[in-house]
Nanobody, 115 residues
């Protein structure tokens, strides 16, 4: 079955960096676009970045220049490199894939940025 597992979150000081991983199974990763989303306490889930099957990337405006999404199809993994982190980046980060019209989400990984 389709499964996504995020990892790499943690506590970091403002200005620091983290790299999140999204390990995929149950489908052919190379054929699919993958999104990273995040949800902060009391806020709606928002799109962070997308990478298409062809490697084209898109970012939310507030992440441009700080975050980088990439994929390693051989490892069935998508990454989110986050630099220059700010306290407002604190959230649970999720990866998502759409397979046969259904959205599959991972369990999320917590990122906390201290000021």
């Amino acid at each position: 079955q389709v499964r996504l597992v995020e990892s790499g979150g943690g506590l970091v000081q403002a200005g620091g960096s983290l790299r999140l991983s999204c390990a995929a199974s149950g489908f052919i990763l190379s054929n699919k676009a993958i999104d990273w989303h995040r949800q902060a306490p009391g806020k709606q889930r928002e799109l962070v970045a997308t990478i298409t099957s062809g490697g084209v990337t898109n970012y939310a405006d507030s992440m441009k220049g700080r975050f980088a999404i990439s994929r390693d199809n051989a490892k069935n993994t998508v990454y989110l490199q986050m630099n220059s982190l700010k306290p407002e980046d604190t959230a649970v980060y999720y990866c998502k894939v759409r397979v046969l019209g259904f959205d599959y989400w991972g369990q999320g990984t917590q990122v906390t940025v201290s000021s």
